[in-house]
Structure formats: C-alpha cells, structure tokens
C-alpha cells in the first residue's frame, strides 16, 4: 500500500513500522526537512524486549520506500490512506490548509495519530453529533469538509521525541507501547488497516519481536484511553510558574492523579465506552514512571507557543455537554489558558515545530 502521512517527526515512527513491513510511504513536511529525509532517510531509535540500548531502524535498510514532500507538492489521490501526525493547530497553516481540503476532496481514509481527535471523527459518535465543540480547535473550518465515516483515530500512545542535538530525520523512541487504532464506517477501508495490522506484527529482527504494534479495534471508545492520560499527566505538566515532567504530574500527588484519570474513564463511559476500552490507572502510572520529560504541550507553551492542541478544553467541553465537571479539571484549562495568554502578549513566540 501507499500511505501519505502529515508530519514527519510523530509520523516517522509510524512510517517506520510501515516501511518494515513492506509498504511505501510519503512523509508531508516543510522544505527543508523535506531535502533532508530525501537525502539521507529517517532513523527511528527503538528498544527491542531484553536489550539494553535502542537500536536505530533507518528507512535505507527497509524494504518499503521512503520520500518526504511539501504540502503544495503532495497528491493524496495517489494513496491507499492519509495519516495525520501533525498536532492540531498546524492544519490551519495556508499550505497545510489547502492540502486539507484536497484531502477532504480525495475521500481517502485518513487515521489520526493526533492527540486531539478530528472533529469529524468525534461527530461519529452518537452523543457529541451536535456537540459545540468547534471552540476546541485552532480552526473547525479546517473539518468542514471531511465524511466523518471516513476519518478514525488511533491512539498516538507511544512516547518519542527528536534528540534536540540531532537532525530533525531522527527520533528516539521512550516508551515503545502500540497504536490504538478504531475502525472506520467503510468494511473496505477497515480490511486495509487490518492488513497494516497484520503485516506490522508479522515483522521481526534477528528473531526478535519489533515493539510498538498497529492494533485495531471496533470500538470508537479504544482511543478515547488516551484522554485519561492525557489530563492526569500531560496537560498537568503544565505549571502557572514554569513545567514539570509527566513523572512529578503523575507521581507528585498519586491519590489527586487516580481520582482525574477515573473521572476522565467516566467520562468516557457516559459517552458510550466499555471498562474494557480502558487502561487501568495502575498500569499508565507504571509507565509514567520513566517519563522523566514534560509532555509536548508543557514543552511548546514553555517555550512561547501561543496555541497548542486543546484536549483539556476539549474534555471540559464534551463534559459540559451531558452535565458533567471537574474542579481539576477547570482549574488546568484556566493554567494554560493564562499560560498561553501571557505567551500572545510577550515577545515573538519559539512554538514547537513537529512538522
């Protein structure tokens, strides 16, 4: 298959996983990254069960193909399937917009790896179909034009990051855990990602089982998991006088963080989710651990970003909506609200470039 993929820092570990398993993919990027990863590949820093180090997977060594274009210069009539790996207000840049809509055009199916759920995709689901969410993103207008049976989200749970040393072709990954992918409307497009499924979990090394899985589930709920972690640690990062790692948002206060991330699987099970959609809370507390970093979101606002993707306001919203709240919860959507405030009205913003 052909997957066209938005982002090419999240979206490389993706690619990677594709590109072993055979299938031929295009990274959207800006310039620059672009004459970058078309001349020397991506490298994908993984750590396989029972090593000590990561090894480095570089696009070169796979048997899928590799190459990296602009927005302007991408034809998404020419795949099998989008993925989107950008974080959300970046859609709203004019290039990145425009390649939107000729996305939307295309009616190909697209799988989000964002953190922040397409609005299309949250209209799939029976109780937010009428929902005022639009306030939640940098620009709604950018989903206007999307089939909602068209778009499925898919859990981005694995952790990586770009070593800042290093070339923006590299990432490193931290916490090696699986894609969460639910289905879309279309059998059609739902046997293509089964077959992605399968071919991903089919590949080894030397023997050796490769981590971070593509799985796929009938739920619309199964990606939802990712709000509880998401408001218990990563938009909790996000301090009035500075940032703190996901490790001391989750760990500095065990009792407050279960009390969030039970609240946020409530949510999730008045919309229409099944205790088996989620992930128990001892288990991501487990995994925070080793989360020794701020999240994105408390790293991009630290460093002057002046919009980021909203999860917490979007929670807050949905919550709203079927009579739900939660002081926590309102007290972090006003941190970062005045965080990035204060960053609109300072001097020229460093925002966190994902592309």
Known sequence: MKILILGASYGSLLSTKLLMAGHDVTLICRSK????????????????RDEDSHRAFRSY?????LDAVTPADARPEDYDMISLAMQE????????????Q??????????????????????????????????????????????????????????AFRPPEEGTNILHVGL???????VF?????????????????????????????????????????????????????????GVRAIRDAVHGDLAASADMYAWVDTLARALGADAA???????????????LKPSSAGRAIDGGAKTIERVDLLVQRIAASIGMQNDLLDETVAIVNDRLDANR????????DVA
Not at 130 to 159: I, N, T
Not at 176 to 182: E, G, H, L, M, V
């Open 33 to 48: 990254s672009a004459a970058l990863i078309n001349a020397e590949g991506t490298e994908v820093r993984i750590k396989l």
């Open 61 to 65: 060594d796979l048997a899928g193909t």
């Open 102 to 159: 000729r996305i939307a055009a295309s009616r190909k199916p697209c799988l989000s790896i964002m953190n922040m759920p397409p609005l299309p995709f949250l209209r799939r689901i029976d109780a937010l179909a009428e929902a005022p969410l639009e306030m939640c993103f940098d620009d709604a207008s950018v989903w206007a034009d999307f089939e909602p049976g068209l778009m499925s989200l898919c859990s981005p749970d694995p952790q």
């Open 277 to 291: 959609d989620q992930v128990p809370f001892e288990k991501y507390a487990n995994a925070a651990s080793s989360l």
């Open 176 to 182: 090696p855990t699986n894609f969460k992918a639910a």
């Open 185 to 241: 409307a279309d059998p059609a497009h739902n046997a293509m990602l089964r077959q992605l499924e399968s071919d991903i979990a089919a590949v080894t090394v030397d023997g050796k089982d490769v981590p971070v899985k593509l799985r796929i589930y009938d739920s619309l709920f199964v990606p939802m998991a990712k709000w509880s972690m998401l408001l218990t640690g990563n938009y909790q990062c996000v301090q009035r006088d």
């Open 89 to 100: 207000p970046q859609y709203s840049e004019p290039q990145v917009r425009d390649l939107m």
């Open 345 to 352: 009205f300072e001097a020229p913003s460093n925002v966190l």
